[in-house]
């Protein structure tokens, strides 16, 4: 993971530097650094701990400079310390690392460069860069050196490089880690991500994998590994400054739950035209293939892989088609049996999951069509698989994924009408519910809002509870589990998800009167009578009963120590409306433990290592 951010100007960078890093600080925060070139040296600052901490001990806006790099760590290799923070240097102090990635053969590397005299400072991966490019530099120009020393590197990286003796040239190259270029006026940017320079410019240039780009304040090359140079396409993307900003709210966690009326919204825009759904030319699909697919396997990590059980209730209920999830992480090593009547489909906010990624890449190996449901326009996933739909969340920051969730149903939700149409599973009137059913939601959402000041008052009753249990069935199960991550991430709670009548294999030895379950229960046909069953079997054990219940229900409330009610709708839709009370319920815990909500320990926004 770790986040990077470079500047090139023709002014001082180190604002910028900084704002950059702490827009980024989401991605890790074991350690930070920086550096800047005055005069043909480096100047370097880095310490253990958040931005805010080690900015306090070394004053980051000392550091001054017309070209910087920073960078924010999650530590891969090597313990979190103060010489394991980035950025890392060679022996002569004359070329500066930043890096995201794992450098696979770096063991091998280390003891080659090692045998030739280099001496090591760390114990990372990343110091083995810088050490290969001064080998390599010895008679050759630096960009040769950088290609020659990439050359003989395994693994994934985004890096950003300084020479001491080019004051004017910041270097970048990207191999199955996220980088991006950012267009200024006198002044260039790379990044991690495009949030994190946002404030600065929205003309981005995306590296592809094994590129080496070079950029000085007025322009930018990129090449390949040989030196061929590359054209590149500059997108415009069209998110707000603002929606990289708290703007007032506590936390970016609580900011994103609060935007998720507006996030559906923006994810239903202009897709439903007269009954129909239509999606944007990224999705080129013909009915014929969707008519003819016989199934779908869906592969996702996360909250992405909770969206994607969703997905599946929906294919399958709905549009009868035969569907599948995978852990992307698993799919990746093992033979999947697929053809060309299967697609394939990859959902993650980032589109950076490294897991994700590699699923994708194996299953096009199977020659099958893959579709990717992604937030972030333009990044990995989007430009591995054939055909893409955007959810349209906006820049989610807060580790804890919520809006980005809510729009992954979304489109599951619209993809599955699309299906259903095209394949006739379902009749006109059921398709005009539907979309009826979905365009009352950013509304509904808002009145769940509403009750955030009840939900509040159950976290602070039980927020010094140290398990909960989270208990669904059908569409709702997912949610369960949805539910007891968003609590176990920002909350450091154990937190377990069941399906309701599961709970009788085994968890229910666990409940007692110290131990809250939070019960998914809306009104439906399938297994809402179950349900209230299950509930008595907790309520004879002690349990706390929260349970998230349809507005006008009587007999949850009989049962039930706390009722959070969401409005009516169709049952498939009931799971967008219920894991929003949970995501609260989380925040609103963790919050009151005291918690970082935003940069929860361990975790990082992108899973961009495997
Ligand atoms: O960016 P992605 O959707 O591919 O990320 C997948 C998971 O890493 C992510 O959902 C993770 O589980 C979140 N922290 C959950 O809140």
Same mark, same amino acid.
Request: hydrophobic residues 40%; glycine residues 6%; positive net charge.
């Given at each position: 993971m770790c986040g990077i951010v470079?500047?090139?100007?023709?002014?001082?960078?180190?604002?910028?530097?900084?704002?950059?890093l702490?827009?980024l600080e989401y991605r890790g925060y074991d350690s930070v650094g920086?550096?800047?070139?005055?005069?043909?040296?480096? %100047?370097?600052?880095k310490g253990v701990g958040k931005?805010?901490?080690?900015?306090?001990?070394?004053?980051?806006?000392?550091?001054?400079?017309?070209?910087?790099l920073g960078h924010c760590r999650w530590s891969t290799h090597g313990g979190v310390t103060e010489k394991n923070a980035h950025p890392h240097?060679?022996?002569?102090?004359?070329?500066?690392v930043v890096h995201n990635g794992i450098i696979e053969n770096y063991s091998e590397l280390k003891d080659?460069?090692?045998?030739?005299?280099?001496?090591f400072y760390s114990q990372t991966d990343t110091e083995v860069i810088a050490h290969l490019?001064?080998?390599? *530099?010895?008679?050759?120009? =630096?960009?040769?050196?950088?290609?020659?020393?990439l050359?003989?590197v395994e693994g994934s990286y985004a890096l950003g490089i300084?020479?001491?003796?080019?004051?004017?040239?910041?270097?970048?190259a990207r191999n199955e880690s996220p980088l991006?270029?950012?267009?200024?006026?006198?002044?260039?940017? !790379?990044?991690s991500d495009?949030? +994190?320079?946002?404030?600065?410019?929205?003309?981005?240039?995306?590296?592809?994998d094994? @590129?080496?780009?070079?950029? $000085?304040?007025?322009?930018?090359?990129?090449?390949?590994?040989?030196?061929?140079?590359?054209?590149?396409?500059?997108?415009?993307?069209?998110?707000?400054? @603002? +929606?990289?900003?708290?703007?007032?709210?506590?936390?970016?966690?609580?900011?994103?739950?609060?935007?998720?009326?507006?996030?559906?919204?923006?994810?239903?825009?202009?897709?439903?035209?007269?009954? +129909?759904?239509?999606?944007?030319?990224?999705?080129?699909?013909?009915?014929? &293939?969707?008519?003819?697919?016989?199934?779908?396997?869906?592969?996702?990590c996360g909250?992405?892989?909770?969206?994607?059980?969703?997905?599946? &209730?929906?294919?399958?209920?709905?549009?009868? /088609?035969? $569907?599948?999830?995978?852990?992307a992480s698993?799919?990746r090593?093992?033979?999947?049996?697929?053809?060309?009547?299967?697609?394939?489909?990859?959902?993650?906010?980032s589109?950076e999951t490294a897991d994700t990624i590699a699923?994708?890449?194996?299953?096009?190996?199977?020659?099958?069509?893959?579709?990717?449901?992604?937030?972030?326009?333009? +990044?990995s996933?989007?430009?591995?698989?054939?055909? !893409?739909?955007?959810?349209? #969340?906006?820049?989610?920051?807060?580790v804890? %994924?919520?809006?980005?969730?809510?729009?992954?149903?979304?489109? *599951?939700?619209?993809?599955? !009408?699309?299906?259903?149409?095209?394949?006739? $599973?379902?009749?006109?009137?059921?398709?005009?519910?539907?979309?009826?059913?979905?365009?009352?939601?950013?509304?509904?959402?808002?009145?769940?809002?509403?009750?955030?000041?009840?939900?509040?008052?159950?976290?602070?009753?039980?927020?010094?509870?140290?398990?909960?249990?989270?208990?669904?069935?059908?569409?709702?199960?997912?949610?369960?589990?949805?539910?007891?991550?968003?609590?176990?991430e920002?909350?450091?709670?154990?937190?377990?998800?069941?399906? #309701?009548?599961?709970?009788?294999?085994?968890? /229910?030895?666990?409940?007692?009167?110290?131990?809250?379950?939070? =019960?998914?229960?809306?009104?439906? !046909?399938?297994?809402?009578?179950?349900?209230?069953?299950?509930?008595?079997?907790?309520?004879?054990?002690?349990?706390?009963?929260?349970?998230?219940?349809?507005?006008?229900?009587?007999?949850?409330?009989?049962?039930?120590?706390?009722?959070?009610?969401?409005?009516?709708?169709?049952?498939?839709? %009931?799971?967008?409306? #219920?894991?929003?009370?949970?995501?609260? *319920?989380?925040?609103?815990?963790?919050?009151?433990?005291?918690?970082?909500?935003?940069r929860p320990r361990s975790l990082a926004k992108s899973v961009t290592v495997e």
């Open positions: 470079g500047v090139v100007s023709n002014k001082n960078v180190n604002e910028k530097l900084f704002n950059g702490s827009n920086m550096c800047f070139i005055n005069g043909g040296k480096f %100047s370097i600052k931005l805010e901490e080690v900015h306090k001990k070394v004053n980051f806006l000392k550091l001054n400079g017309n070209i910087g240097v060679d022996c002569k102090n004359k070329i500066s080659e460069l090692t045998k030739k005299g280099h001496k490019i001064e080998e390599n *530099l010895e008679g050759n120009k =630096v960009e040769e050196a950088l290609r020659a020393a050359k003989k300084l020479f001491a003796d080019e004051p004017g040239k910041l270097f970048a991006i270029i950012g267009l200024g006026k006198n002044e260039n940017f !790379i990044a495009v949030p +994190s320079i946002l404030s600065y410019t929205n003309k981005i240039v995306y590296l592809e094994k @590129e080496i780009a070079v950029l $000085t304040n007025d322009g930018f090359d990129v090449f390949d590994l040989n030196g061929k140079e590359k054209r590149k396409k500059v997108h415009t993307i069209h998110w707000s400054k @603002e +929606s990289s900003q708290k703007s007032g709210y506590k936390h970016f966690m609580l900011k994103e739950i609060y935007e998720q009326p507006r996030a559906i919204a923006d994810t239903l825009n202009e897709r439903i035209v007269n009954n +129909s759904i239509i999606f944007e030319k990224e999705f080129a699909l013909s009915d014929d &293939f969707l008519k003819k697919i016989k199934r779908i396997v869906i592969v996702a909250t992405s892989w909770h969206a994607a059980l969703v997905g599946e &209730f929906m294919f399958e209920e709905l549009a009868k /088609i035969p $569907t599948e999830v995978e852990y698993e799919f090593y093992r033979h999947a049996l697929l053809d060309k009547n299967t697609l394939v489909i990859a959902i993650s906010q589109g699923a994708l890449k194996e299953a096009k190996k199977y020659g099958v069509k893959t579709l990717s449901i992604c937030n972030v326009i333009g +990044s996933i989007t430009r591995i698989s054939h055909d !893409i739909i955007y959810t349209r #969340a906006g820049p989610e920051i807060g804890a %994924s919520t809006k980005a969730f809510t729009t992954q149903l979304a489109v *599951l939700y619209l993809l599955t !009408i699309l299906l259903s149409k095209i394949r006739k $599973t379902l009749n006109e009137k059921q398709i005009k519910d539907m979309i009826e059913g979905i365009r009352k939601i950013p509304l509904q959402l808002q009145s769940v809002l509403d009750e955030d000041d009840e939900i509040l008052e159950c976290a602070e009753l039980y927020y010094n509870k140290l398990n909960s249990l989270y208990l669904g069935r059908g569409i709702n199960f997912p949610i369960a589990l949805e539910g007891a991550l968003k609590l176990k920002v909350s450091y709670i154990h937190a377990e998800g069941y399906p #309701a009548a599961e709970m009788k294999h085994g968890p /229910i030895a666990l409940i007692d009167k110290n131990m809250p379950v939070v =019960v998914i229960a809306p009104h439906d !046909i399938y297994t809402y009578k179950k349900v209230l069953g299950n509930i008595e079997e907790v309520k004879a054990r002690g349990g706390i009963i929260i349970a998230i219940a349809t507005v006008g229900d009587k007999e949850v409330k009989k049962r039930a120590k706390h009722v959070i009610y969401i409005p009516k709708n169709l049952y498939t839709l %009931s799971s967008i409306l #219920a894991i929003v009370p949970l995501q609260l *319920l989380a925040y609103h815990i963790a919050d009151k433990l005291g918690r970082d909500v935003d």
